[in-house]
């Protein structure tokens, strides 16, 4: 059950390509052109790179990189999923020629790495506890309420942008990945967990994959209207510890007869 609100936070993303210096007289592009193979190292996060059951590597990045290096006159590319905290670390090893990830750029970043230009920008999300509890819209709510608990994944931007803006580092957790990062909210281990938007996103999109397969049932607790218009088949609406009203998804947020109902479906849509 992933028990979450989402609220998009300015801030701005990239995708990117970063790739190091060989300690010989042959540049990357030289090794690529001369071999006609390339390492790329990509973090295992959805939708941006990430590994199907048959272990196939794919994803946006993963995709792109592909077209890029082909262009470069790779003719294969070999994949190398590590965590998102060993990308650049791994690369300066030389456990790979290039890396491809949804990262930030940054000033210490780039002074361990050469950074590509950017290939897409993106907002922050921020997923919080069923009802919003600790009434959490920014980054900013969290430095000023010391009882938060926000938790991200480990080597991520977000941990930068949260002590940043006065969030202690008592108040942040970090997790290994993704998946760990929303799990941990879904436990009730933390009060918001931080990534990038289009990261919430996808997991929003698994879940209705799941709901789409007919052989599992499930109860979700969202604000995402658009989505549980789409997934599901039944919708209650609580308030207060009480139950509001309850029916099909088309009548209850398309028409429904409680001013309570009527009143949160106006602020959420």
Not at 50 to 79: H, K, M
Not at 96 to 104: H, L, P, R, S
Not at 113 to 120: D, G
């Amino acid at each position: 059950m992933l028990k979450k609100s989402v609220y998009v936070l300015m801030g701005t993303a990239f995708l990117l390509i970063l790739s190091a210096c060989s300690s010989s007289d042959k540049s990357t592009l030289e090794k690529i052109e001369e071999e006609g193979t390339v390492t790329v190292g990509f973090a295992n996060e959805r939708p941006c790179a990430y590994q199907e059951g048959d272990g196939t590597v794919t994803g946006q990045s993963v995709e792109i990189a592909r077209a890029v290096f082909e262009e470069l006159g790779a003719e294969e590319l070999e994949e190398e999923v590590v965590g998102f905290d060993s990308l650049i670390s791994g690369l300066n090893s030389r456990n790979f020629d290039a890396v491809t990830a949804g990262m930030y750029i940054t000033p210490d970043r780039c002074e361990n790495a050469a950074f590509a230009e950017p290939e897409y920008r993106i907002g922050e999300g921020l997923a919080v506890q069923p009802g919003n509890p600790h009434n959490l819209t920014s980054y900013e709510d969290t430095a000023n309420n010391p009882d938060v608990k926000v938790t991200v994944m480990a080597g991520a931007i977000e941990r930068d942008y949260l002590l940043a803006v006065g969030v202690s580092e008592d108040q942040i957790q970090q997790v290994s990945d993704i998946a760990s990062n929303i799990s941990t909210l879904d436990a009730g281990n933390t009060d918001a967990i931080t990534m990038t938007d289009l990261t919430l996103r996808t997991a929003l999109q698994v879940i209705k994959d799941l709901a789409d397969q007919g052989d599992m049932s499930m109860i979700l607790i969202t604000h995402e209207m658009d989505f549980a218009l789409e997934v599901s088949d039944r919708v209650v609406f609580f308030a207060d510890g009480k139950l509001v009203e309850e029916g099909p998804p088309e009548k209850i947020l398309k028409a429904p007869e409680s001013e309570r109902l009527q009143s949160f479906l106006e602020r959420v849509l």
